[in-house]
Each structure stands twice: as structure tokens, then as C-alpha cells.
């Protein structure tokens, strides 16, 4: 059963400072990672999708790293602002077509 | 289309009593699939269907869980007897199938509450 892990469960930092999320696998053999971002109460909104053959993807502020063999996956958010203020969730897709999510890292942006 | 779409988005039951969810997919998806999440952890997986065949179950499906996707389209997910173990946020998802990244888009999720 594939275990996801996502370290640290919360984060609170100054506004402007870089912030670096991880996130470890337990079965490297994924068909792909997304990460998600959740404001409270709310459902889940996509950020980045990295397929297992890629090693990183960046959108706009957002890079995210994959090394399937280690199993781990690093999500970077440069310059943050307290409107990065939410949970951030990684999943894996498995190849038999399921999520495996972690239970998230809480971020809080202080302006 | 607009995405991924749920109803109700939130629904309040007492104990004991049935309730049911309706997620419509994005038109020419034919996975959809059913997560459940509890507070402070992340979705968990339910069921999933191709067209209109549910293809597997979680464990976490208990017989007092039962979900449909007729003709292929819209699905539902019915929870009977609830019970307060139940109060989550049921979320649904769905993907265009085996081509592509296979990336899964989820809808706002229905936040149910069992008093």
C-alpha cells in the first residue's frame, strides 16, 4: 500500500520568504505526483503535475522537483505572499488509477 | 463546461437517516472517482468507476455505502443509516481515461455534517 508523507505538518513564515514543502513516497512505482492546494473548507485546486518520466515542472512562482527512485518530491514557492496562505497536499497516482495523498502542510504567510 | 461539479455543497442529516450526493464530471471524462476527507488529513480514496462500470471499492465503502454511474455520465454516491463517524467532505473527481497525463480534476466536494 503506498504511504505518503508530507513533512512539515505546518509552516508559518514572513512574508517574502521562500518556502519549501516535502513530500515522500513509499512506492516509487507512480505514474505521476500532483500537487493541490486547499484553502479551509474548500475543495482542491491543482498547482503542478509531474509525470514520473520528468524530473521538475514550474508554474509562475512554483517549482516542484521529483526523484521517483528516492521517492521524494519537493515543492518550492519563491517570494511568498499571505495569499499563499493555505494546505498544501501531494499525491502519487498509482497505475491502477488511484490518489494516495498526504495529509498536507499548513502554511501560513505573515504579512 | 466549467469543470467538476457537486450538489449539494454542504448537508446537514440527523443520525440514522439517508443521504445522497451527485457529482457530474467533466462531459468527456469517463473516470470519475470518489474521495473522502476527514479533518486534517488528506482525501482518502472510495470508488472508482470507468463509464458506468464501478471497477473497485475502498475497504472504507462500508455496505451502508453505495455509489452509481448510470449511462456513464453523472454519478451518485448514498450513504445510509448515517452515523456521526461519517461528517466529512466527500469530494469527486474525474479523468480522461488511460491516454494523457491522467491527471484527475476535482469538483468543490460536499461537506456532510451527521448531528
Known amino acids: 500500500k503506498q504511504e505518503v508523507t508530507q513533512i512539515p505538518a505546518a509552516l508559518s513564515v514572513p512574508e517574502g520568504e521562500n518556502l519549501v514543502l516535502n513530500c515522500s513516497f513509499t512506492?516509487?512505482?507512480?505514474?505521476?505526483l500532483q500537487w493541490f492546494r486547499q484553502d479551509p473548507g474548500k475543495g482542491l485546486t491543482s498547482l503542478l503535475l509531474i509525470q514520473s518520466s520528468q524530473r521538475e515542472q514550474t508554474s509562475g512562482r512554483l517549482n516542484a522537483s521529483l526523484d521517483k527512485s528516492s521517492g521524494r518530491s519537493t515543492l518550492y514557492i519563491a517570494a511568498s505572499q499571505p495569499g499563499d496562505s493555505a494546505t498544501y497536499l501531494c499525491?502519487?497516482?498509482?497505475?491502477?488509477?488511484?490518489?494516495?495523498f498526504g495529509a498536507g502542510t499548513t502554511v501560513t504567510v505573515r504579512a | 463546461d466549467t469543470g467538476v461539479s457537486q450538489d449539494p455543497r454542504h448537508k446537514i442529516t440527523k443520525r440514522g437517516q439517508n443521504v445522497t450526493f451527485r457529482c457530474d464530471p467533466i462531459s468527456e471524462h469517463n473516470r470519475l472517482y470518489w474521495y473522502r476527507q476527514t479533518l486534517g488529513q488528506g482525501p482518502e480514496f472510495l470508488t472508482y468507476?470507468?463509464?458506468?462500470?464501478?471497477?473497485?471499492k475502498s475497504r472504507l465503502l462500508s455496505d451502508r455505502f453505495s455509489a452509481e454511474r448510470p449511462k456513464g455520465s453523472f454519478s451518485t454516491l448514498e450513504i445510509q443509516r448515517t452515523e456521526q463517524g461519517d461528517s466529512a467532505m466527500y469530494l469527486c473527481a474525474s479523468s480522461p481515461g488511460t491516454s494523457g497525463t491522467r491527471e484527475q480534476y476535482f469538483g468543490p466536494g460536499t461537506r456532510l455534517t451527521v448531528t
Open positions: 468507476f470507468q463509464n458506468e462500470a464501478q471497477l473497485e
Open positions: 512506492d516509487s512505482a507512480i505514474y505521476n
Open positions: 499525491a502519487v497516482l498509482s497505475h491502477d488509477y488511484k490518489l494516495s
